[in-house]
């Protein structure tokens, strides 16, 4: 989907429920960047949350390990900088202490050991840098453990028809708990959690979807500060 079927996921995610009226608004509402502030964008996509912080003055560099995102983001917002890199092997290209925010929207379930990379986002962080992050909620992501155990860090694959077809993706469901665990073994404090804020705009174009949204959570946000 992120890959193949890049320009079709750009042209959906502008507008749909769950990326454009849900995860992106609650993820940029927990952001309060200032001018000229240095943020890297994690798993950055096609660039939808990048184009917000840049209209806000920041200078925005973006990760994703989709070269197509990648070149989509060039062609679309010309960033700061825009380059490919696998998150699972941490970020060998930034410096330390570069960055007044790290944000990495809807992207850590696809890696398997978070504890290093959040320790690599503590290290590009400068002093008193926040880092927001959104991904699966625990909670949603039970329904669909194979083993049935809450508690167990478990790979699952599904269908998903964002693009308005079945294609296959693939990550990684986890507890609450071991969440928690590997923001404070990387040496962050989370101050502030969101279960998420659907816009009432979903109400108008799914009143069914919007029920859910509101009753029951799809994902999580924090914002974290070193410790």
């Known amino acids: 989907?992120?890959?193949?079927?890049?320009?079709?996921?750009?042209?959906?995610?502008?507008?749909?429920?769950?990326?454009?009226?849900?995860?992106?608004?609650?993820?940029?509402?927990?952001?309060?960047?200032?001018?000229?502030?240095?943020?890297?964008?994690?798993?950055?996509?096609?660039?939808?949350?990048?184009?917000?912080?840049?209209?806000?003055?920041?200078?925005?560099?973006?990760?994703?390990?989709?070269?197509?995102?990648?070149?989509?983001?060039?062609?679309?917002?010309?960033?700061?900088?825009?380059?490919?890199?696998?998150?699972?092997?941490?970020?060998?290209?930034?410096?330390?202490?570069?960055?007044?925010?790290?944000?990495?929207p809807l992207v850590i379930h696809y890696i398997e050991d978070i504890t290093a990379l959040f320790k690599e986002i503590k290290r590009v962080l400068k002093p008193g840098g926040q880092w927001v992050f959104s991904t699966h909620h625990p909670l949603n992501d039970f329904a669909v453990s194979p083993s049935g155990n809450y508690f167990a860090l478990?790979?699952?694959?599904?269908?998903?028809?964002t693009i308005g077809k079945p294609l296959p993706v693939s990550y990684y469901r986890r507890s609450l708990q071991d969440l928690f665990a590997a923001i404070h073994d990387a040496g962050f404090v989370v101050s502030q959690l969101s279960e998420g804020a659907p816009s009432p705009e979903i109400a108008d174009r799914d009143p069914e979807t919007y029920l859910r949204l509101t009753t029951q959570p799809s994902f999580v946000y924090m914002r974290c500060f070193l410790l």
């Open 1 to 104: 989907m992120y890959t193949t079927h890049a320009t079709e996921y750009a042209k959906v995610v502008k507008n749909n429920i769950y990326n454009a009226h849900l995860e992106r608004p609650t993820t940029l509402s927990l952001l309060d960047i200032q001018p000229q502030q240095k943020v890297l964008d994690l798993g950055c996509g096609s660039g939808e949350h990048a184009k917000a912080i840049q209209s806000q003055g920041g200078v925005v560099t973006c990760v994703d390990l989709s070269p197509q995102m990648i070149e989509l983001v060039n062609a679309n917002i010309q960033p700061h900088h825009a380059y490919v890199q696998d998150l699972s092997a941490g970020l060998p290209n930034e410096e330390e202490g570069t960055y007044d925010w790290v944000i990495a």
């Open 154 to 161: 478990e790979h699952i694959s599904e269908l998903w028809d």
